[in-house]
């Protein structure tokens, strides 16, 4: 049996594989393989974003439990509540457990912690909180605080999420945003956290300065020692509500806005700031059915500010509930 694969550019292939891990449809039965410039990715979809597929003779990897329910003992009427997936930032777990497992939820860590040797810590989440969006964790297993260094796209990131807003997924955004990234822009990240989006243009492109703002005082010491630990120096980062901390900046090129829950709300503040035909990462949830309904309401909007807005992409990022989803808009403006 030989698996079906991508064949993926090597250049390409951290940023692709983050996203197929991410789909969940990187085939872990084999192992990535190599095909002069291109690396081979086992799937176990029959397509996968205009990629070539082919079949490939494959290396197996050994097989031994990568689930934790496979190793885990709990009773069988409650199998059908265990989550099926989990964010890892670092060496740290950070999982959401329905009511009814909390009393098994130390046992549930130990498991994941079992067939994950990468994990030092487990965390139950319950929830994001408050205006600063900080995540409400208890370690459930392993050793240490939830402070971390998370690895992405050759940039080590410096984290701890009970302190300051941290998204794992969206990783294949981050290098998304960094390839549209032209030499010598100026970019505004107004809810930035460890500043994630900033680090990783830095690093994949030559932007002239990227100011870093968020509310959470946190943040700030964060991207201070993110900076260092990746030799970046064109990161400026700054305290503060990002309506006010943007009137002192110059215009940007380029503005990104991850806050999907009320980004839209923030659009005009951020427009004041964006030169004629620089664009607008905006990120927001909402019902699926009500995409379109969302894309006149940003014109609107936009226009009620006296800004012209074209929408030029819109990306599902990931899926928020049964019938909700995260998505990013790219908002181009036109005077």
């Excluded at 994950?116 to 995540?135: E, F, H, P, Q, Y």
């Excluded at 009970?162 to 794992?168: A, Q």
């Excluded at 500043?195 to 300065?209: E, H, N, Y």
């Amino acid at each position: 049996m030989m698996p079906v694969c991508v064949r993926v550019p090597k250049n390409e292939g951290e940023k692709v594989r983050a996203d197929l891990i991410s789909k969940g449809i990187l085939d872990a039965r084999w192992r990535i393989g190599s095909d002069g410039p291109f690396l081979l990715f086992p799937i176990t979809a029959d397509e996968y974003d205009g990629y070539e597929i082919t079949e490939a003779d494959l290396e197996p990897l050994e097989q031994t439990p990568a689930d934790y329910k496979e190793v885990l003992e709990i009773p069988d009427e409650l199998r059908e509540v265990l989550p099926t997936s989990f964010d890892i930032i670092g060496d740290v777990a950070i999982i959401k457990l329905p009511e009814p497992l909390f009393p098994y939820k130390e046992r549930i860590g130990e498991a994941m912690i079992s067939v994950n040797r990468s994990i030092r810590t487990v965390m139950a989440d319950s929830g994001v909180k408050g205006d600063l969006r900080i995540r409400e964790l208890e370690r459930i297993a392993g050793e240490g605080s939830a402070e971390t260094v998370h690895k992405e796209f050759g940039v080590r990131m410096a984290v701890d999420p009970s302190k300051i807003y941290f998204n794992p997924r969206l990783a294949a955004e981050r290098s998304r945003i960094a390839s549209l990234v032209k030499e010598g822009e100026t970019i505004i990240d107004m809810f930035a956290g460890v500043a994630p989006f900033g680090l990783v243009i830095c690093k994949r492109a030559r932007p002239k300065i990227v100011y870093s703002i968020d509310i959470n005082p946190e943040a700030e010491t964060f991207v201070r020692k993110n900076m260092e630990l990746n030799r970046i120096e064109n990161i400026v980062p700054m305290t503060g509500d990002a309506t006010e901390a943007v009137k002192g900046l110059p215009d940007a090129d380029r503005v990104i806005m991850n806050l999907p829950q009320t980004a839209d709300a923030f659009l005009r503040d951020a427009l004041s700031k964006t030169k004629t035909g620089g664009t607008i990462h905006l990120h927001k949830v909402t019902e699926r059915s009500e995409l379109e309904d969302l894309i006149e309401k940003i014109k609107g909007h936009a226009a009620a500010g006296g800004f012209e807005v074209t929408v030029e992409n819109i990306t599902e990022l990931k899926t928020y509930s049964p019938t909700m989803s995260v998505y990013v808009f790219d908002i181009t403006r036109q005077n």
